[in-house]
């Protein structure tokens, strides 16, 4: 594995990278408020501005674009089309507003699974966990939690992963064939300082979880074993995502560089629920 290489540097606070259909990077730079692009000849522009905080992006299957944004406007998910239509997707649940959303994946039927943590903390766990289905219905997977934050789905959609950051945890749910989803399950642990952020899935079914405040990707098999970790250069480690022609490049985001990195990998990222054809 190849060491990371700089692909953009010069940003407040880069977080939630995403790839779209046409090979442009996405990333938020959350203290600005913004939405980055960054195109496959290396040019950056500002695609949008939340004119909150967001956080973690993700393409939907029909191709927009989806914000988990924690500003004091936006406390939920924001939805972009293609063709530039902006909305809020879902801001409230059981007419209460969000804490403020964190981070999404979307299932194969367009379902989203969210973190909403703000204000949570260790003292303090009133974190949420949250699945949005295409119908507009909201549901409450999990509450109670210590800054719930990445979330991730493996390969089939049986199961949903979440970083737990305040409890150092890797967090599992099975999704059951009848609909239901089961317990919290603690499948894993990162060993200290600090905790888990962003994730994404390998195609080998290697989870790669952004160490915050550890200066490293940190990676589990499907057990839920540590295996050698790729050493980011600073210690602010808030996301990853694959990408590039083959799927083996590994974007990473850190805000104490105030940069975004780019690592070769052996094996390429699992194929997400966001409407992107793959030849690998």
């Not at 295409?134 to 949903?160: C, H, K, T, W």
């Not at 945890?169 to 894993?188: F, H, K, N, V």
Request: hydrophobic residues 40%.
């Amino acid at each position: 594995m190849n060491d990371p290489v700089v692909l953009a540097t010069g940003f407040d606070s880069p977080e939630g990278p995403a790839f779209d259909r046409d090979g442009n990077l996405f990333f938020v730079n959350w203290l600005s408020h913004q939405i980055l692009r960054m195109d496959p000849a290396g040019t950056i522009t500002e695609f949008y501005n939340t004119g909150g905080i967001p956080a973690g992006l993700a393409f939907h299957p029909d191709g927009s674009l989806w914000v988990a944004d924690e500003g004091e406007e936006i406390h939920g998910l924001l939805r972009i089309t293609p063709d530039g239509d902006v909305s809020i997707a879902v801001n409230t649940y059981d007419r209460k507003p969000l804490n403020g959303a964190n981070d999404l994946v979307f299932d194969a039927n367009g379902t989203a699974y969210f973190s909403d943590p703000w204000g949570s903390s260790a003292e303090k766990p009133i974190g949420g966990f949250y699945r949005f289905f295409a119908d507009g219905r909201l549901e409450q997977i999990d509450f109670g939690l210590a800054f719930p934050n990445g979330v991730a789905l493996n390969s089939n959609d049986s199961l949903v992963y979440l970083a737990e950051t305040y409890t150092n945890s890797i967090l599992r749910y099975e999704l059951l064939a009848d609909g239901t989803i089961g317990p919290r399950e603690y499948w894993a642990k990162l060993e200290l300082p600090f905790g888990p952020d962003g994730m994404a899935f390998d195609a080998d079914g290697v989870l790669h979880v952004a160490h915050y405040g550890g200066s490293r990707i940190d990676r589990f098999d499907d057990r839920g074993n540590l295996l050698e970790p790729i050493a980011i250069p600073g210690a602010g480690v808030t996301n990853c995502a694959f990408g590039g022609a083959e799927g083996r490049t590994l974007v990473v985001t850190c805000v104490t560089t105030a940069s975004v990195y780019a690592v070769d990998v052996p094996t390429a990222g699992q194929a997400l629920n966001d409407g992107i054809y793959r030849d690998w």
